[in-house]
């Protein structure tokens, strides 16, 4: 049987709303971030979305070791901080080391295990133990029936408050596809299932010193992934991707979300 997950004052899975994990890749700085969590909790409102904003510390895994990484996790956790207090919105972001989870812990609601990371048995177990839930993305290098060990590691710390999420799978060069048929693969797990519409157009260092993106395609693929089944979208916003510090390439504009968000939860409605 399928379970739900409850973020905060939402639950994600079976028999509840399509939600939205949704933000810029990675904080840039206090103010841009409580823009974008601004506008998204007012989109929240305006549309009744289920929204858990997201954003990053730090990007540890970057193209390039001089690219931008965030402002560290002391700084970028106070920021989410105050997102959370300010908007009332669930929280979610990256740990990228067992040294991270504990403090993490304090402020998101949701601990994310980026992909590259997936195999990290510490950092499974660690993220299990804090007793958050934890959104588990599939790495680009697995098939999705092999995250069935990958969810075993955090299960054996008796946690089961997990989502699962597809963000595609290497393709070639510098290239991510998605297989649609992976979102009904996890699914048989019992798990929520998270589609992340942003990232599986991502091309990764496909833009020499950093990733390139197709973000024109995101859009279509978020549609494909709700008529197919899916739990909730993940999708990185900002008001002006071509500006971005990480990421742009492949991100939704802010202002595009509300018509995005319209035309999926009309095909969540005919086919949930």
């Not at 509840?16 to 409580?34: D, K, M, N």
């Not at 997990?162 to 963000?167: A, D, M, S, Y």
Request: aromatic residues 6%; positive net charge.
């Amino acid at each position: 049987m399928a379970r739900s997950v409850k973020i905060g004052s939402l639950t994600v899975g079976a028999g509840h709303p399509l939600a939205l994990l949704a933000g810029p890749c990675v904080i840039e700085g206090r103010r841009p971030c409580l823009l974008v969590a601004r506008r998204l909790a007012e989109l929240a409102q305006k549309e009744s979305i289920p929204l858990v904003f997201k954003a990053s510390y730090d990007k540890a895994n970057r193209t390039s070791g001089t690219a931008y990484r965030g402002p560290g996790i002391r700084e970028g956790l106070d920021i989410l901080r105050e997102v959370r207090e300010r908007y009332g919105l669930p929280i979610l972001t990256d740990v990228h080391s067992v040294g991270e989870v504990e403090l993490a812990a304090e402020v998101a609601d949701v601990l994310q295990l980026p992909a590259f990371l997936c195999r990290q048995t510490d950092l499974l177990i660690a993220l299990g133990q804090s007793g958050k839930v934890v959104n588990i993305k599939k790495g680009q290098f697995l098939a999705p029936w092999d995250m069935r060990h990958v969810i075993a590691k955090v299960e054996s710390t008796g946690n089961r408050r997990i989502l699962v999420t597809e963000r595609g799978v290497s393709f070639g060069y510098n290239n991510l596809v998605a297989d649609l048929r992976s979102l009904l693969v996890l699914r048989d797990f019992g798990y929520p299932v998270v589609f992340d519409a942003t990232h599986s157009v991502q091309l990764p260092g496909g833009a020499g010193d950093r990733s390139g993106g197709e973000g024109r395609w995101a859009p279509a693929l978020a549609r494909a992934a709700v008529a197919t089944g899916c739990d909730a979208l993940f999708i990185e916003t900002h008001p002006t991707p071509a500006t971005a510090l990480s990421d742009g390439a492949n991100m939704v504009p802010l202002a595009k979300m509300r018509a995005l968000w319209q035309t999926v939860r009309a095909i969540d409605e005919q086919v949930r």
